[in-house]
């Protein structure tokens, strides 16, 4: 039996932010990262309703889907929409993955060390998203 959580996230695809200081030298984590963070766990938990922590190696997918700029002539977006064109601006591709797996803690995996395996690919879309799938590593 192949265990595999499939969800999506809807909206513009956020990446992972460094921790900020404040004068006293404590870290905090910047609203936005917690915010999108928080979106990504409430849409994780509804996959995982009836579904027990994954245990073991973890093989993480994660594509985001960018929106198409306002300003892209109509060839530039159609090469965008047919996946010619790949999505080359920020945020970075390791802070999409790292967002999303650290959301994913305690929900799908005790902890984003379970991680052994992961793919994050950046695209274009009229309905920018994240897509994600988990599963264990050799299902």
């Known amino acids: 039996m192949m265990t595999c959580i499939r ?3 809807p909206g513009e695809p956020v990446g992972k932010a460094r921790p900020r200081f404040t004068k006293n030298g404590h870290a905090y984590t ?5 915010s999108y963070e928080a979106i990504v766990k409430r849409c994780v938990i509804k996959a995982m309703k009836g579904k027990k922590l994954l245990t073991g190696a973890i093989s993480l997918s994660v594509t985001a889907f960018f929106p198409i700029p ?3 002539t109509k060839a530039v977006r159609e090469t965008a ?3 010619e064109m790949r999505h080359t601006k920020k945020p970075d591709w390791d802070n999409v993955g790292k967002i999303v797996s650290v959301a994913l803690n305690g929900v799908v995996y005790a902890d984003d ?3 052994s395996h992961a ?6 879309s009229d309905f920018p998203r994240v897509e994600v799938a988990v599963e264990l590593c050799g299902e």
Do not use: E, M, N
Not at 30 to 34: E, G, I, L, S
């Open 113 to 115: 060390a379970k991680v």
């Open 70 to 72: 306002q300003s892209s």
């Open 119 to 124: 793919i994050v690919d950046k695209r274009y």
């Open 7 to 9: 969800f999506s996230v």
């Open 81 to 83: 929409l047919s996946g």
């Open 30 to 34: 910047p609203d936005k990262t917690r």
